[in-house]
């Protein structure tokens, strides 16, 4: 069975974007070699990724024209399968990407299908619905050095109550804290 695993970037006061959609300027102040080298090791765990449609719309540009110097990430992000979870696309043109209007049903059913890893980045709408569905095996949150004050929580109201067990702590040199969480109830 595969793991569905949450990953994003927060500010330490929990917004995972600023005020615009896709302003992920702070992301810069702890990209380095330790996220890269990560970044490489959970795409290399990786079958599926899993998108809200605007998470794809922008993950999409960037990686389809990603600069020389993003090497192999780009190219596991170009290669992986995607499941882009929209009520609205009509098509999406980056390689091997499915729609699906249901992202609770086809979720189930991908993770019930392989034995790999399933990676949800950004996306704070569907992963409030994934999490209400209780579908989350791992979540896995980096801690950015910055208070924003404004912009989009990747935890929103009306989020289920989940016990969690702490699996691991990651501090980086750069300031970023990586911690790693299981549900209780999945154990």
């Keep these: 069975m595969r793991k569905l695993i949450m990953w994003n970037l ?5 917004y995972f974007e600023g005020e615009k959609k896709w302003d992920l300027s702070f992301h810069g102040l702890v990209w380095g070699k330790e996220l890269e080298d990560l970044s490489l090791t959970q795409l290399r765990s990786a079958d599926y ?19 020389e110097d993003e090497g192999d990430v780009a190219k596991f992000m170009n290669s992986l399968p995607k499941l882009v979870c929209s009520t609205t696309l009509q098509s999406a043109n980056w390689k091997n990407t499915t729609i699906t209007k249901d992202a609770v049903k086809e979720v ?5 299908e392989g034995s790999g890893n399933m990676f949800v ?7 409030a619905s994934l999490m209400k569905a209780n579908l989350f095996d791992e979540y896995r949150i980096c801690i950015t050095p910055i208070f924003l004050g ?18 691991e702590t990651n501090s980086l040199s750069s300031g ?3 911690l790693r969480y299981t549900p209780k109830t999945n154990q």
Excluded: C
């Design 10 to 14: 927060i500010s330490l006061d929990g």
């Design 49 to 67: 990724l899993v998108f809200g449609a605007t998470t794809y719309q922008g993950m999409a540009e960037y990686w389809t024209n990603a600069p």
């Design 108 to 112: 189930t059913k991908l993770k019930n």
């Design 121 to 127: 980045f950004g996306s704070g709408n569907l992963s």
């Design 150 to 167: 404004k912009g989009n929580k990747l935890f929103q109201e009306g989020i289920p109550n989940i016990p969690l067990k702490r699996m």
């Design 176 to 178: 970023a804290v990586i």
